[in-house]
């Protein structure tokens, strides 16, 4: 059984930074692809970020400059480095897996198996 548990969110003022991490339980870590996705109250969960098995990553447009997604192998551990935050990121992130090389650019719920519980994100204006 594969677990996904983040941390890292809270309170943050606008043009704040705030980083994510995600530690996935197992020991063949280095061959999923991870995601970041985000869902704000009475909205759909939306792609955020990822990174395939092989360090290629892919963004939302809206995130984009902003937010950097990074993993360590090593550590089982998945990152999201967020900066300019701006209320709209107010969200619960969560982190998702997926064994092997995901057909699309990672960014659908669809392509991934694994889920967290989620972090909650919370920008202040």
């Known amino acids: 059984q594969v677990q996904l548990v983040e941390s890292g969110g809270g309170s943050v003022q606008a043009g704040g930074s705030s980083r994510l991490s995600c530690v996935v339980s197992?020991?063949?870590?280095?061959?999923?692809?991870m995601g970041w996705f985000r869902q704000a109250p009475g909205e759909e969960r939306v792609g955020v970020a990822s990174?395939?098995?092989?360090?290629?990553?892919n963004y939302a447009d809206s995130v984009v400059g902003r937010f950097t997604i990074s993993r360590d192998n090593a550590k089982n551990t998945l990152h999201l480095q967020m900066n300019s935050l701006e209320p709209e990121d107010t969200a619960m992130y969560y982190c998702a897996a997926q064994e092997g090389k995901v057909d699309g650019l990672g960014l659908k719920t669809y392509e991934y198996k694994y889920w967290g519980q989620g972090t909650q994100v919370t920008v202040s204006s």
């Open positions: 990174i395939d098995n092989f360090g290629a990553t």
């Open positions: 197992g020991s063949t870590y280095s061959t999923y692809s």
